[in-house]
């Protein structure tokens, strides 16, 4: 079947500098990627989502590019803080199908140092 | 408004026992979808449910089943559990996917599972 990978599986960064994490897509049918944050005893969290027909969303300290010719999808964390230590999953779906199945990363730990 | 709200939140069995878990989507949510979480596969899409009805399921043995009620409540359960089911079981729930709506998915706190 397909899956959605991560590149690294920790990340440790300074506070106040920025993030990067990435994650590579199987499904080139796939027209919508999300980014879920887990903090530890917790359920994911949403945290920002793009369509394929675009390549750059933004939200708040948060950035997502998507490169759909690379099949390759990344979250920026602008001035990360030491709450936004947490696991880090990308998912994909095809919504084609009819249904709202995520195909899920195995996840990325970014831990922040004070 | 409330999250999706997950019962129990922990749980111990016993291998061979079975066990039912308890979802309850957000107010308005009609789908509701269940996923697997352990550290060695990750989060594992198990089955997905909208309007009493299961539209989508995962590849898991048939002891694992789901079902959903006219409220959008769901339940899954396991039967004869084995140790490797042990493991956080994670239900997320969604508004239709109309217009602007991309239909992600909330998740609750999970039920952790464990079996002895």
């Known amino acids: 079947g397909e899956s959605v990978g991560l590149h690294l599986p920790t990340l440790s960064v300074q506070e106040g500098d920025n993030s990067i994490i990435n994650c590579a897509y199987s499904?080139?049918?796939?027209?919508?990627f999300i980014w879920y944050k887990q903090e530890s005893g917790k359920g994911p969290q949403f945290i920002i989502d793009?369509?394929?027909?675009?390549d750059k969303r933004q939200g708040q300290r948060v950035t997502v590019l998507l490169n759909k010719t690379v099949k390759h999808l990344s979250l920026q964390i602008a001035a990360t803080q030491p709450g936004d230590s947490a696991v880090y999953f990308c998912?994909?779906?095809?919504?084609?199908?009819?249904?709202?199945?995520?195909?899920f990363g195995k996840g990325t730990k970014l831990s922040v140092i004070p | 408004k409330a999250g999706v709200t997950q019962t129990p939140r922990y749980l111990i069995k016993t291998r061979g026992q079975q066990v039912t878990l308890s979802c309850s989507p957000i107010?308005?949510?009609?789908?509701v979808s269940w996923y697997q979480q352990t550290p060695g596969q990750g989060l594992q899409f198990l089955f997905e449910?909208?309007?009493?009805?299961?539209?989508n399921k995962g590849n898991f043995p048939g002891r694992f089943s789901g079902r959903q009620f006219s409220n959008s409540r769901s339940e899954m359960n396991v039967s004869t559990l084995e140790l490797g089911d042990s493991a956080l079981y994670l239900c997320?729930?969604?508004?239709?996917?109309?217009?602007?709506?991309?239909?992600?998915?909330?998740f609750g706190e999970g039920s952790r599972l464990t079996v002895l």
């Open positions: 998912a994909d779906r095809y919504s084609g199908a009819g249904s709202y199945q995520l195909t």
């Open positions: 499904n080139s049918a796939s027209d919508y």
């Open positions: 793009i369509r394929s027909n675009m």
């Open positions: 997320a729930s969604s508004r239709p996917r109309t217009g602007k709506n991309t239909g992600e998915l909330f």
């Open positions: 107010s308005g949510h009609r789908s």
């Open positions: 449910y909208f309007s009493e009805t299961q539209r």
